[in-house]
């Protein structure tokens, strides 16, 4: 896949299956050096009301990148806390460029809210990424989960 062959939209209600999908399995791909199962599990969540909760969470963007009219990535926003909630891509177009390009229409998407910087909390297999995406390291922090897990994180920022 080329990113040439990919296309970035706003999510539909009809994309949440797709976006569910994502994200789960972008999760159970994570290499165990990084979370234990069980903390991938409860990061992932059931099946059950996974989409669901996706769609009812605070971002106000959400964006999809599709190819072959497949759902390959997403990302999302909550503008009111500059904050990028959400870059996920399936592990099979891992390091093909998908995230970066999901990033940079997130970060444009903020200018246009005139966001003039972005945080976020990064798992510590994505930590590189971001760093490579110019976002620096503001502090080494815990995730509480819904379920009462907690794991390690790293909190960035950038200025856009």
């Known amino acids: ?40 599990d409860e990061w992932s969540g059931s099946g ?8 009812s969470n605070s971002a106000d963007v959400r964006i999809v990148a599709v190819t072959d009219s497949e759902i390959v990535g997403y990302g999302e926003l909550v503008t009111k806390e ?38 976020l909390e990064s798992s510590l297999n994505a930590e590189r990424f971001y760093l490579c995406c110019g976002y620096r390291i503001t502090e080494r922090a815990k995730h509480f989960m819904r379920g009462g897990s907690v794991m390690d994180c790293v909190k960035m920022h950038k200025d856009l």
């Open 1 to 40: 896949m080329k990113t040439s062959d990919m296309a970035i939209r706003p999510a539909t209600p009809d994309d949440g299956a797709g976006i569910a999908e994502v994200r789960h399995n972008a999760i159970q791909n994570v290499p165990a050096a990084y979370y234990d199962q069980s903390t991938l």
């Open 48 to 55: 059950e009301g996974r989409t669901q909760k996706l769609l």
């Open 82 to 119: 500059n904050l990028l909630g959400a870059c996920y891509v399936l592990s099979s177009a891992g390091g093909k460029g998908v995230g970066r390009a999901i990033v940079a229409e997130l970060e444009r998407i903020a200018r246009e809210h005139g966001i003039t910087y972005l945080q």
